[in-house]
């Protein structure tokens, strides 16, 4: 199981990673007024280092639910070891591929992460069930 629990930590990180691209990204960063700072960037890095970080947050909740979930449900350390490496690397892809602007690809991974996630919360639900 401690593959996954680094899967968890390492994607609760990423967000940080790409937040952190975005403010090096634009102007002098200000941090008297961050959100406001953002909005005036007009660096296009900086807004999809910005949204990569965003879609970060909002993917997060899923899986470490369906990490835990899993685990709970009594469902093979293996399998929920393999979703949530899969899971990770298909995050990290996304980041990489919304800065390097490549749309599809990014649309394609952000399927695979949140296909992974779904699939550890359907494998709960059916050992449950």
Known sequence: ???AYWCILITALLPYLWVT???RSGERYNNRDPRGWQAKQTNPRSHRAHAAQLN???SFPIFV??????QAAGVAPHTIAILAVVFTLARVLHGVFYLANQHGLRS????VAFANALALI????LRVG
């Open 122 to 125: 359907v494998l709960a639900a």
């Open 108 to 111: 394609l991974v952000w399927f």
């Open 21 to 23: 691209i975005a403010k």
């Open 56 to 58: 970060g947050f909002e």
């Open 1 to 3: 199981m401690s593959i």
């Open 65 to 70: 639910a369906g990490v835990l979930m899993a």
